[in-house]
């Protein structure tokens, strides 16, 4: 995986330069940006990291930013500075779905340590999301009758249960178990439990 990129976007060139240097200490890369509707336009959005948005620049302010990236789904955690925080502009800025609000001149360590717990969660967001994609790529593979018995593993009933409930001997309960628990590439009930219940409680519920 590359190294997690910060993109800085601020008007002012002495911040900017000054916080790209503080945040390349902690081995964190920067892309800078001075133009916000540039920025919008060229940014990579399918890389790992955060951004960082000062609140006020000339044209596209950093909050109307931050509403335009909520809008098209960009899942980049934000953090905005501002050198005039409000409570309303502060209200505004986490309700877009700001990370974090931190006033200027900000404290060099806080805003460190929130890149970098903003990084860790983009991480582990992107790992969740990667496996909800796999889990129901391979809940598709199971036949109709396999997902019918691992709804009714779900619920916690027996094979001999089951069997009764879709009228199957048990040993044929016992194959579509073997089979279901092999395409979900599942090592135990409880995993089986853990990854698929909210899929089939989704199934349950679609018109």
Same mark, same amino acid.
């Given at each position: 995986?590359?190294?997690?990129? *910060?993109h #800085?976007?601020?008007d002012?060139a002495?911040v900017r330069d000054?916080?790209?240097?503080? =945040?390349g200490?902690?081995?964190l890369?920067? %892309?800078?940006w001075?133009?916000? %509707?540039a &920025?919008i336009t ?5 890389? *790992?990291?955060? =951004?960082v /948005?000062?609140?006020r620049?000339p044209?596209l302010?950093?909050?109307a930013v931050? +509403?335009?990236?909520q809008?098209e789904?960009v899942?980049?955690p934000?953090?905005? !500075?501002t ?8 209200r505004?800025? &986490?309700?877009?779905?700001?990370a974090e &609000?931190?006033e200027k001149?900000?404290?060099d360590e806080l !805003? /460190?340590?929130?890149l970098q %717990?903003a ?11 990667a496996?909800?994609? +796999?889990?129901r790529a391979?809940?598709? %593979?199971l036949?109709?009758r396999?997902? +019918?018995v /691992?709804?009714?593993i779900i619920e916690g #009933?027996?094979?001999?249960e *089951? ?11 016992e194959?579509?178990?073997a089979h279901? &628990?092999?395409?979900?590439?599942a090592?135990?009930?409880?995993? /089986?439990i853990?990854?698929y219940?909210?899929?089939?409680e989704?199934?349950d519920?679609a018109?």
């Amino acid at each position: 995986m590359h190294t997690p990129l *910060i993109h #800085l976007v601020d008007d002012d060139a002495a911040v900017r330069d000054g916080l790209a240097l503080l =945040i390349g200490t902690v081995g964190l890369r920067v %892309q800078t940006w001075d133009d916000p %509707q540039a &920025f919008i336009t060229g940014f990579d959005r399918q890389a *790992i990291g955060a =951004i960082v /948005l000062d609140v006020r620049m000339p044209g596209l302010g950093g909050v109307a930013v931050l +509403e335009r990236l909520q809008a098209e789904g960009v899942d980049q955690p934000v953090v905005m !500075l501002t050198g005039h925080g409000t409570v309303a502009l502060c209200r505004r800025a &986490f309700k877009s779905g700001a990370a974090e &609000f931190l006033e200027k001149p900000v404290d060099d360590e806080l !805003l /460190l340590d929130t890149l970098q %717990q903003a990084v860790r969660q983009h991480v582990h967001s992107r790992e969740r999301h990667a496996a909800d994609r +796999e889990a129901r790529a391979r809940h598709a %593979q199971l036949s109709p009758r396999e997902q +019918e018995v /691992l709804g009714l593993i779900i619920e916690g #009933l027996t094979n001999k249960e *089951i069997g009764r409930a879709l009228g199957l001997s048990p040993r044929t309960v016992e194959t579509h178990r073997a089979h279901l &628990f092999a395409k979900l590439e599942a090592e135990s009930l409880a995993q /089986l439990i853990r990854r698929y219940a909210r899929l089939v409680e989704e199934g349950d519920s679609a018109p």
